[in-house]
Nanobody, 121 residues
Framework: QVQLVESGGGSVQAGGSLTLSCAASGSAFSIYRMGWYRQPPGKQRELVATITSGSSANYADSVRGRFTISRDNAKNTVYLQMNSLKPEDTAVYYC???????????????WGQGTLVTVSS
């Protein structure tokens, strides 16, 4: 079973930067897509950015040009560099990983516990 552990959330003023990290752990798995989603207060969870094992990235329009997703395949870790943060970026950010367990060939789609990012004006 794959587990995700997120870190890097916190509070920052508008215009500031934060970097989120998410490390996947488990045994004998292969991840083909990792990503970040967020859930603002009182709203539904939404896509922020995803990245494939081949480093093909996809961004929500609201963060494109300000956020950068990257991935270290050797460490099974995904990062989200967030620059020029705005109050509307305030949300709980969730890491997601999709892949397959090598031994059982069972696919998985796993979520982290979430990390809070608060941007003050």
């Amino acid at each position: 079973q794959v587990q995700l552990v997120e870190s890097g959330g916190g509070s920052v003023q508008a215009g500031g930067s934060l970097t989120l990290s998410c490390a996947a752990s488990g045994s004998a798995f292969s991840i083909y897509r990792m990503g970040w989603y967020r859930q603002p207060p009182g709203k539904q969870r939404e896509l922020v950015a995803t990245i494939t094992s081949g480093s093909s990235a996809n961004y929500a329009d609201s963060v494109r040009g300000r956020f950068t997703i990257s991935r270290d395949n050797a460490k099974n870790t995904v990062y989200l560099q967030m620059n020029s943060l705005k109050p509307e970026d305030t949300a709980v950010y969730y890491c997601n990983a999709a892949g397959v367990a090598v031994l059982t060939t069972k696919t998985f789609d796993t979520w982290g516990q979430g990390t809070l990012v608060t941007v003050s004006s």
